[in-house]
Every structure is written in C-alpha cells, then in structure tokens.
C-alpha cells in the first residue's frame, strides 16, 4: 500500500513555544490530507482537511490561529500548533487518501506531543 | 455531519471464541466503511474494509457484513487468539475526497 510518513514520532516542548508536525506522501499525490487528534484512550477526532494549494477546513471547535495548516505541495501537509499549552498534549496523526487508485486511508506514523 | 456509533466499548473473550463489534451510520451518503486495529501509540491499521455495493467481506479469520437499508456494518474475528488484543475502530465515510469518522473505538481482550 500507499506509505505516509510524518514527522516527528514524539516531541516535548515548553507551554508557548511552537511545533510542526509534517506528514509526507511518499509515493502518491495527495491533494488532501486529514489531521486528526487522538487523546488516550479516545478515538480518532477529525481537526481539519488539509487541500493543497488552499486553506484548511477546520471541524467546529478546531482553532484555526492555533492549528496552522499549510498544504504547499502535493505530498506535503505540515500542522503547527501555536502558543502550545498542556492542554494541547496528544497524539496527532495525519492521513491520506491515494484518490486514483483505491479508497483505503493511509495514515502517518503519529506525533505524540507533551508540552511541559 | 457523519455520526459513527460504535458497540461495545469493551470486549473480553477467550482464545478462541468470537468477537463481534457493531457500528451504525448515520448519513446515508457513506458508501465506504473500514476496519481498523490500533495498538497503543501506533497508527490505526486497516484490517478489512467493505463499500457499499457489497453485503459481506472475509478474509481469513476476519469478516466484515453491511446492511445499507439499516446502516449498520459489524466485524466479526472467528478464532480469537491473544495478539488480536487491541482496540478497534470501526468508520466511515463518502467518496475518497473526504475524511473517515470513526466510532468510539473498541478494546478487545482476548484472554488465554
């Protein structure tokens, strides 16, 4: 199958710095990609659709200044969390869909996120 | 929007006996409804997928039925053995274009 590949697999940082997380295509175009956010023993919750070339549609509740969304190729999507707080600790993962070949979801590796 | 429902939200059963995991949609324009396996801090897994032209899926141990009239779709592991211990999620969605809504996900405990 596709391979999405996201970057980094676990990151700590200090509440108000800033962090990107990139999710990579590495063998298919994807004009979109999804963000998801996942708390411990949560399911998967929908943050934003990610269209390259465009801006982001955010899911209700998603702040759009503190989740940036930038999608500027076609196998890139990158997620900046602004102004990072504890409350924002979680697991993110990025996903794909190979929309020529199959419907099947891709999904990177996960980005585990703590801010102390 | 979608709304998945999935049940149970926990599962134990003994090697080998089956599971069974239930989900229902909401938006009759889902046509396309995957079965994932996450273990804890990994990315989900598709073990079985179903669209919607189909009733049934199998493959090997694991099975996959949908009901468009209901809107309901169930995973069925026949077989059960200890690895298969992890939480399952069940979703759903319309043409590729757009993101997949997961149920509640699932624990399934498969005890020796």
């Known amino acids: 199958g596709a391979v999405v590949s996201q970057h980094p697999s676990w990151v700590i940082c200090k509440s108000g710095t800033s962090v990107k997380i990139e999710c990579r295509s590495l063998d298919f175009q994807a004009t979109t990609m999804f963000w998801y956010r996942q708390f411990p023993k949560q399911s998967l919750m929908l943050m934003a659709t990610?269209?390259?070339?465009?801006?982001?549609?955010?899911e209700q509740g998603v702040e759009k200044d503190k989740f940036l969304i930038n999608h500027a190729s076609l196998t890139l999507s990158t997620l900046t969390v602004t102004s990072a707080h504890p409350e924002d600790s979680s697991f993110y993962i990025c996903?794909?869909?190979?929309?020529?070949?199959?419907?099947?979801?891709?999904f990177g590796q996960g980005t585990r996120l703590t801010v102390v | 929007g979608e709304n998945v429902e999935q049940h149970p939200s926990t599962l134990s059963v003994q090697e080998g006996d089956s599971a069974v995991i239930k989900c229902t949609y909401s938006?009759?324009?889902?046509?396309?409804f995957p079965w994932y396996k996450q273990e804890l801090g990994k990315r989900p897994q598709l073990i079985i997928d179903?669209?919607?032209?189909?009733g049934e899926k199998k493959d090997q141990r694991i099975a996959v039925t949908l009901n468009k009239t209901a809107k309901h779709f169930s995973l069925h592991i026949t077989e059960t053995q200890p690895e298969d211990s992890a939480v399952y999620f069940c979703?759903?969605?319309?043409?590729?274009?757009?993101?997949?809504?997961f149920g509640k996900g699932t624990s399934l405990l498969v005890t020796p």
């Open positions: 938006d009759s324009a889902s046509n396309y």
């Open positions: 179903i669209r919607s032209n189909v």
């Open positions: 990610s269209n390259e070339g465009s801006k982001a549609t955010y």
């Open positions: 979703a759903a969605s319309p043409s590729s274009g757009y993101a997949l809504n």
């Open positions: 996903s794909a869909r190979d929309a020529q070949w199959t419907t099947e979801a891709f």
